[in-house]
């Protein structure tokens, strides 16, 4: 059974960092794009930032760009969300996602689309105070 299980949600001041973290089990972790997405009370799922299975190329939300910085450590199969100088607009519950296994059906959207993505973590929280 495919499993994404985040961690590393809290509450920050502003300027605050924090670390994210998703742990993948029960498929080919190394050969999947993965998502961070975030999703504020009364708003939708927001594509924060995505990287790519055998590149590692990143892409980013223009919001966060410059301040968080996604990775992955295929042999730990878990990716990353480094969230640095945080700001109370970036408080949401955070998710992580998997194209697992891709999709042609799903290629039509793009790496921070949540349409490109058929599996979810169960999400950590981030608040962000003033």
């Known amino acids: 059974q495919v499993q994404l299980v985040e961690s590393g949600g809290g509450s920050v001041q502003t300027g605050g960092s924090l670390r994210l973290s998703c742990t993948a089990s029960?498929?080919?972790?190394?050969?999947?794009?993965m998502g961070w997405f975030r999703q504020a009370p009364g708003k939708e799922r927001e594509g924060v930032a995505a990287?790519?299975?055998?590149?590692?190329?990143?892409y980013y939300t223009a919001s966060v760009k410059g301040r968080f910085t996604i990775s992955r450590d295929n042999a730990k199969s878990t990716v990353y969300l480094q969230m640095n100088n945080l700001k109370p607009e970036d408080t949401a519950m955070y998710y992580c996602?998997?194209?697992?296994?891709?999709?042609?059906?799903?290629?039509?959207?793009?790496?921070?689309?949540?349409?490109?993505?058929?599996?979810w973590g169960q999400g950590t929280q981030v608040t962000v105070s003033s």
């Open positions: 990287i790519t299975s055998l590149l590692g190329t990143t």
């Open positions: 029960g498929y080919t972790y190394s050969s999947n794009s």
């Open positions: 996602a998997a194209d697992s296994p891709p999709s042609g059906g799903r290629l039509s959207y793009t790496l921070l689309a949540p349409g490109r993505y058929n599996v």
